[in-house]
């Protein structure tokens, strides 16, 4: 097993939950994580407590701050070997009354940004024979759930440029997943509880019980954690031919 010391990673959306645990899952296998995020004061937090890691603040829905996040971290700390997508925003609000702004916000943040990440770190990859880019989808990648048109869009084409990335990328030693998590225990989760109570018209108190984990065979959140720690194995050399697939970590949500 060649160890994953000395890589180089971007995570995005890093500053909190899924993004910062799998930092930190990284770095603690001797990944050189850079972690980015609009969220400055946390972002730099994290960063100053993990090992050979740096902040760089980006806006993934501009185009010049995805270009200057990989070419700063070129410049850094060298090739980009890692790249993690997990950066993303909800709202929760039937089609009809869906803000056109916060679509477009949506899709650019969650779908554009990674196609850029992923075209800008792919040239090294293919020169160096070896690359690992983790897109954080959602079990929302392959079910639907009403009030989320923005998100669900997002994360079905995700999956998509998984799969599109895995073809192109695997004579190169490149693999590209996508992991589905279920609801996990997140600031993005806990944010959409006063939403959801409203659109579904039940208390706050009663969102988690009735639509968070009401699909699941396990009546229960995920932890941050436990995706970080499926992120740190598909960059593992064990996982070297899983490429182009949904790694559903859901709660027996899709074994309906």
């Not at 609009?38 to 993934?60: H, P, T, Y």
């Not at 020169?127 to 079990?139: L, P, T, Y």
Request: hydrophobic fraction near 45%.
């Amino acid at each position: 097993m060649t160890s994953l010391s000395g890589k180089v990673a971007i995570v995005t959306g890093a500053a909190s939950g899924i993004g910062l645990a799998i930092a930190q899952d990284l770095a603690a296998q001797g990944v050189k994580v850079t972690l980015s995020d609009v969220d400055v004061e946390r972002g730099k937090a994290a960063a100053s407590e993990l090992a050979g890691a740096r902040f760089q603040a980006a806006d993934m829905s501009s185009a010049q701050d995805v270009q200057a996040l990989v070419e700063s971290t070129r410049q850094a700390e060298g090739p980009v070997d890692i790249l993690v997508n997990n950066a993303g925003i909800q709202h929760v609000a039937p089609i009809v009354e869906f803000p056109e702004e916060k679509w477009r916000q949506i899709i650019e943040i969650m779908l554009t940004a990674p196609f850029l990440l992923t075209q800008a770190v792919l040239p090294d990859m293919y020169e160096r024979k070896w690359g690992r880019i983790i897109n954080i989808a959602s079990v929302h990648a392959v079910r639907a759930s009403a009030f989320k048109s923005a998100y669900v869009t997002a994360k079905h084409g995700l999956l998509g440029l998984t799969r599109v990335t895995a073809l192109e990328a695997a004579e190169y030693g490149v693999t590209c997943n996508a992991i589905c998590p279920s609801y996990v225990r997140t600031p993005l989760v806990e944010k959409q509880i006063a939403s959801q109570a409203k659109v579904h018209n039940i208390p706050e108190s009663e969102v988690v019980e009735k639509v968070m984990v009401t699909e699941g065979a396990i009546k229960r959140l995920l932890e941050p954690a436990e995706v970080a720690h499926l992120a740190t194995f598909l960059c593992s050399d064990a996982a070297s031919a899983i490429t182009g697939s949904a790694q559903m970590i859901d709660c027996g949500w899709t074994a309906h």
